[in-house]
């Protein structure tokens, strides 16, 4: 089955410094990929998501990367901020699943 | 306009008991998904519902079964509960009907279920 894995576990930046993470997903099938932004004690937020027929996307700080060939696909937040702080999960999908296969999360620290 | 609810918003049971668990999806939304979130890790899928039957299925043993309604709402139960089902409870909502159908998926705030 699907297999998403992410990477770093733990990120820790500078207040204004940019942040990236990267996930690598198993399943060649997969064409949605989102990411979720969980804020302690709080829901996974949807932040921003991507599928397979653009290779990248932009919301403001937050922009998103897929390299189908690779199978992976990356989180980049730009001019960071403390409120930008929380646990950031990557996910992936197969067209016509209900499944989200999430990786296990990367905890983001901005310092101020 | 009301997002995802779930309640209770914290349950503790004792093992062998059984539990119920409820969502109410997002307005306009007919689908329900549900996902364990064990402590500092990535939500499991549990299973989907849509049109009142299980639509897709993770890899959780039968003590875990669901069930929705016609007003899309959907329960959660857990049978003889061990001392690992303790975790997050995540319902997430989407639309899956007609030419819109699309797979994004809008969580509540979780149950947490304590299990001792």
């Known amino acids: 089955g699907e297999n998403v894995e992410q990477h770093p576990s733990t990120l820790s930046v500078q207040e204004g410094d940019s942040a990236v993470i990267k996930c690598t997903y198993s399943d060649s099938a997969s064409n949605y990929f989102p990411w979720y932004k969980q804020e302690l004690g709080k829901r996974p937020q949807l932040i921003i998501d991507i599928r397979s027929n653009v290779g990248e996307k932009k919301d403001q700080r937050i922009a998103v990367t897929l390299n189908k060939t690779a199978k992976h696909f990356s989180l980049h937040i730009t001019e960071t901020q403390p409120e930008d702080s929380a646990v950031y999960f990557c996910?992936?999908?197969?067209?016509?699943?209900?499944?989200?296969?999430f990786g296990a999360g990367t905890q983001v620290v901005v310092t101020p | 306009d009301a997002g995802v609810t779930q309640s209770p918003t914290h349950l503790i049971k004792t093992r062998g008991q059984q539990v119920t668990l409820r969502c109410s999806p997002k307005s306009g939304h007919d689908t329900v998904s549900w996902y364990q979130q064990a402590l500092g890790q990535g939500p499991q899928f549990i299973f989907q519902?849509?049109?009142?039957?299980?639509?897709q299925r993770g890899n959780f043993p039968d003590r875990f079964s669901g069930h929705q309604f016609p007003n899309y709402s959907s329960e959660l139960n857990v049978n003889a509960l061990l001392l690992g089902d303790s975790a997050l409870y995540l319902c997430?909502?989407?639309?899956?009907?007609?030419?819109?159908?699309?797979?994004?998926?809008?969580f509540g705030a979780g149950t947490r279920l304590s299990v001792l």
């Open positions: 997430a909502s989407s639309f899956l009907r007609g030419e819109q159908a699309k797979n994004i998926q809008y």
């Open positions: 519902y849509y049109e009142e039957e299980e639509r």
């Open positions: 996910a992936a999908s197969r067209p016509g699943w209900g499944k989200l296969q």
